[in-house]
């Protein structure tokens, strides 16, 4: 997740034990390619679909947030 470099270490870690956690990365790296390819569309279809998967890229991070301030680890800066 490369907007939470703060967390990088320690989202490894809790990866490797949690499916669920595994999924959360999994879906943000999803949202994050298909954000960027979004971004770099041509059609008005895709300019308008930005806005959406920024705010699925933000919720996901939020969720992942929360999941490592459960496990005690610290919050991005």
Known sequence: MLKLP???ARLQVL???SESLGNLCEAYEE???ALERLRNG???ADRLMVREYETVCL???ADVI???MRRGA???D
Do not use: H, N, Q, T
């Open 6 to 8: 703060a967390l990088r």
């Open 15 to 17: 990866a490797s034990d």
């Open 31 to 33: 949202a994050s390619v």
């Open 42 to 44: 041509k059609s008005e």
């Open 59 to 61: 919720e996901i991070e």
């Open 66 to 68: 929360r999941y490592c």
């Open 74 to 76: 610290a919050a991005p």
